[in-house]
């Protein structure tokens, strides 16, 4: 079809407002909107926001949970960087997480089985070993989904939905199958691992300072990558412009593969601390869904990771806080998925149409 | 431009449309407005112990795990924790439903009781086997603050779990009779002897209630029906789960169906979901002479009553209710309890842990054998749980004579000789 | 017809259209500039131009796909007001896309049906059927009335698309280059249901830029250069007497040439760089895609030398380049490079071996918009360290805008860069011992002062032994600096001809596919 929809530069200057107008218009839009699915849902707009931020923050708990959520956020988040930054929409990411999860109950139970009384190496070790599997995992089903993209010519959302389904099928035959709780086979998942397993917190809350020191280190580490090195560059110039990056020598290949490698990389790890730092065993969906959100979280920063922490951390706490709204609103807290939701469609409305239209 | 604006439009699409199914999806699943029970109202009994309604009322909190209106397990638990409600004054009540991993990702149950024991709740109730970890832990974190988990065993001193968590104790209703009871009417209401069931998953639980309705249905058959227990064939089919989840566990439709299409005129239901009566309410529909028993709801005989042959249900009021008043007045001691059935008066709503409802299908010379073998099972003249039995491998379970503890029942390895099905 | 008869009925024959002083801009550009154009009621008129002269603006401005920012069309000498391509319908105007806007999964039936303002509520698809197998008689037209149309080949679909547009009551019927990706024999056909629909008195525009297609097939031609009319021919001496008669008459195909080119021939400029080494030989290549298929039996360049390829836009040149670059595989044949074969051998030996190509479009294919100019200088030293050493870059940047002249800062993002910035940082990026530089329209869009700028550049490069091939639409560049001159027309491919034997009248003949 020839191109006879008008471009940018048929439309009349009225139209061409400043990026900020497009951005901040699509914002009120959507708390307008949200506002009014609130008021529609019998509850009052403000009262509910504020019950969902107090909520994530005012016992240690809230804010242990939010420490434990963002940990994982984080290392989904800068693993989605390399991706999107070498413009490939990585809707894998969930099943990078779930079998990263599965590789690590697979050595953990190796190291530790269900008969013995104690961890077959020094439980530190175990663990150490536990989430490099996890690591593995994850950059395993990584490159599966880049071969299937790069060599098989495959989109890699389908891929990645593909493998997300398989992941998850996979845990759900361990889980119902071979690694069943003795006498129970169940969706809660397997066995809880011993105590001696378990990742140590921040008291009696549920954040672990490796988590959220491996959270950091990964967004730290991709700020770095991003911006001062030449692998960074040749990622973005591979996603904004495959060919002319090619033409220009960048060998795209395998910097898409690469992205592939490390996001699988942060993903697996993300995987292997829901499971010994989080849940402390395998469950069907042990990625919590926060690779999604990862998704989200960075499509809102435009890709760049300076701005992940905190948005990140918002997120973390709308998403503990949302627990409130059935607790002391009588509300369907999947209005917070939709608060959240609205919220993200917006902004990156807002983001599309400054592109489109604003004036330079 | 080109690729990534697709890309960029897909994915807006694809959040959109994850927008719409959360809206469409929330109206739907608010919890009811707490409506009276259908309980007959007595006089509310005067407590001593309560405090007057100007104090701080007492808060106890539920960490259910599906939807509160499921017609079965959670709708039961959640009736019950309203029976308290109602007969305790200055008592409040506080839930989160549907907490499990694909409803509610990154919320574990444990989570939810820290809420509400930050909100004031002084006592939790988890109400499924599912939260078995987390209300150890819960009890662990506030030992101040009693957990109740609903069917676990982790306080029964004599139990195989036992853990010696002070202030963590378990409530379980006897379904066993309620299972024999089942068992009976459908050996009574089949005329060739062939009862299909519909099975959730293998655990001790289900290893217990499928056996129970198989020692019934054999008892029944032999000395009321006056046929030979060889005739009999009891088969049970496990999907996998309480419900279905497609690609997940077997599809009870097919399941139910296949019982209906290869000869069984009886089917048992023992999950959470009616496709027994559904199927069974078609295949009569086609002419064949099928009936069904139901389980766990009430209403169970409601999707097809004239084939409906009965329904054993849960009632936890009673149960519950003298949790809350041995909390409130401090008298409450970590305990197992496996609650009893008033065998004088089982559908009572204050008194009985489960309740039996019979069928129209069930027919006026059956309700009379019904009775009878209830009334023997409450005044102890029928014992089914006594040897000679033998497990399905033909490893013997009870010698002749010998009459079952409560430990060999709850956890009962295998399931029993003459059952067909897997055990594990 | 009865279906769609009275729709149409004050425009079904005979309408002479006239375009005048249509203006429209896209941004900076001019795209028509003052353009007015007479189309005589039973003509064929040829629209002649390279790509980006204005022809397809003009032509959809005509059917309604785009509104014209001022200027008047008027029919049989009324004014018509066409706002959108229904519009344009309903005056009996219809237009064939280069790719047919129909519906694939659809079959022919159907599409024939759908698309017309008249459409009754209720489909009779009997009697469209019926109808359909008329319209296709009358031209033989060989279509099943049944298949789906995905299926069908592109010159089918254009039959289809004829079709549907005649039942509609066009009486003006606009092509835009119908002959691009379809047969030879569907070619032939084509031709002579247009020669009978203008016998029958319908006017018909034939946008296209393949020379040899115009001198066949219309009775006048216009020419379009820069967005406006460069002139009017008429062409029907061309068809007087035999048919193969047409190539008795180069001074017309000259005159063309020189409409769509400019002036006279300016005179080589380019001194002696050529040296005696053979850089690049290429040997029985065969390249093939979707569209076209081009032999190059023989060619050798030199080091130092310069060597340009003429021919209208999309007869090859663009398959060429980039093979020869290294960036697409030939079906048959060979490329050595200084003495190595490279056949097959990944893009990045390519490079390695000193080869290097420029794009014509900068910002599609050369640079990558978004990132800035040191970015770009970062890009091409990747891979000697992993940390970038910032103050580096920017110095190494500052040097490359300083000695190119490039009117930017290091952090600036070239897609803000006006296209002879781009250009300029393009060349800067080339790096410094290169064995073959392979280039596509190296100055377009560039004005004069940077066109200089730009050769100066390259020849000082081919002064240290670069050999460069480059395909220009600008006759006066490609004759001014270069050494040989190779022709592409329609995917055949001249010998290569030393700049000194050329002239105007040559030059047209091969362009039109006369060598």
Known sequence: MNSTIPSQTTLPWLWRLPALVYRSGALIISLLLIGLIVLLSGASPIEVIGRMLVGAVSTPDQIGRVVATLSTLLLCAAGLVYTFNAGLYNLGVEGQVTFGAIATTFVLRLLYPEEATASLLPPPLTIALGILAGALGGVLWGLLAGALHVYGRISEIFAGLGLNFAATGVAIYLIFGPWKRPGVASLSGTQPFDESLWLGTFGQTEATPVGLGLGLLALLITIVVMRNTYF??????????????????????????????????????????????????????????????GLLVVMLVNFDPLWVLPVALFFSALNIGSLQLPLSLGLESSLAGVIQGLLVLFALLGRGLAQRYAAS | MNRSNNRFKALAAFTLLGVIASACAAPQSQPAPSEPTAAPQQPAPSEPTAAPPAAEPFIFGMVIVGPVND???????????????????????????????????????????????????????????????????????????????????????????????????????????????????SALGSENGKIGTVGPLINEETRRYASAAYLGARYCWENYKKRDPKELQFKITWIGFWFNIPGVTLDPTKVADDFYNSDFDVVMSAIDTPEAAIQGKKAAEAGKAVKYHHYSYKGGCEPAPDICLGVHYYNWGPGYLDIVKRVLDGTYTATWTWAEPDWSDLNNPDTSAFGYLKGKALGAENEKFLDEFIKGLGDGSIVLWKGPLNFQDGSVFLKEGEVATDQQIWYLPQLLEGMEGPSK | MGLFACATAGFGLRVKVELQHIHKRFGPVHANDDVSLTVEAGTIHGLLGENGAGKSTLVKILSGFITRDSGVILLDGRPAHIRSPADALRYGIGMLHQDPLDFPPLTVVENFMAGSPSTPPILNPRAAE?????????????????????????????????????????????????????????????????????????????????????????????????????????????????????????????????????????????????????????????????????????????????????????????????????????????????????????????????????????????????????????????????????????????????????????????????????QRTQLALLPAPLSVLVMEHPTRGLDIESTLWVWQQLIARCQQGTAILFASSDLDEIVQYSDRVIVFSGGRVSPAIPVAELDVELLGQMIGGRF
């Open chain 2, 71 to 185: 017609k079965g397990w959670n709708e039961a638990h959640f009736k019950g924790a309203q029976y308290v409600v109602e007969k305790l004054p200055n008592v409040k009540f506080e839930y989160v439903d549907k907490v499990n991993p694909a409803d509610r990702p990154n919320v574990k149950g444990s989570q939810v009781a820290d809420e509400m024991i930050a909100k004031g709740a002084k006592l939790i109730i988890f109400n499924s086997d599912d939260f078995k970890d987390d209300a150890l832990e819960t009890a662990k974190k506030h030992p101040n603050i009693v957990v109740i988990h609903a069917s676990g065993d982790y306080a029964w001193k004599e139990g195989k779990n036992y853990k010696g968590q002070p202030n963590l104790g378990n409530l379980m209703s006897k379904m066993e009779p309620g299972w024999m009871i089942a068992g009976c009417a």
């Open chain 1, 232 to 293: 960074g560059l040749r990622l973005r110039a591979v996603g904004k412009n495959q060919y002319a990056a090619h033409v220009l020598g960048v060998p795209a290949r395998q910097q898409l593969l690469s992205a592939f490698f490390i996001c699988g990389l942060f993903a697996g790890l993300a995987g292997a601390i829901q499971v010994v730092g989080v849940f402390h065993r395998l469950i069907p969906n042990i990625s919590s869904n926060l690779g999604f959100l």
């Open chain 3, 130 to 422: 019926r109808e359909f197998r008329r319209w296709c008689a009358r031209f033989n037209f060989d279509i099943d009335p049944h298949a789906q149309v995905g299926d069908l080949t592109v010159g089918e679909r254009q039959q289809l698309e004829i079709v549907r547009l005649l039942a509609n009551g066009v009486g003006t019927l606009i092509l835009d280059e119908p002959t691009t990706g379809i047969s030879a024999s569907q070619k032939t056909l084509l031709f002579q249901t247009l020669r009978r629909l203008a016998d029958e008195g319908k006017s018909i525009i034939f946008v296209s830029h393949k020379l040899e297609d115009v001198e066949a097939l219309c009775d006048r031609v216009t020419v379009m250069r820069r967005g406006q009319v460069a002139g009017e021919l008429d062409l029907r001496p061309l068809h007087a007497g035999a048919q193969q008669a047409s190539s008795h008459h180069p001074e017309i195909a000259a005159r063309i040439v020189e409409l769509m080119f400019g002036r006279a021939l300016a005179m080589p400029t380019k001194p002696p760089t050529r040296r005696d080494e053979v850089v690049l030989s290429i040997e029985g290549l065969v390249l093939r895609s979707d569209r076209l298929e081009i032999r190059v039996d023989q060619l050798s360049l030199h080091r130092g030398e310069v060597v340009g390829i003429a021919g209208l836009e999309g007869s090859g040149q663009q398959l060429f380049l980039t093979a020869c670059a290294g960036l697409e595989p030939p079906a048959a044949g060979s490329i050595h490079i200084a003495g190595h074969n490279l056949t097959h051998r990944p893009y990045a030996d390519f490079l390695r071996a000193g080869v290097c190509y420029v794009p014509a479009d900068r910002l599609r294919e050369g640079l990558i918009a978004g990132l800035t100019i040191q970015e770009h200088v970062a890009l091409r030293a990747s891979g000697r360290h992993f940390f970038i050493d910032r103050a580096e870059v920017r110095a190494e940047a500052e040097r490359a805008i300083a000695a190119f002249n490039i009117r930017g800062r290091p952090d600036t993002y070239v897609e803000r860069l006006s296209g002879g910035n781009q």
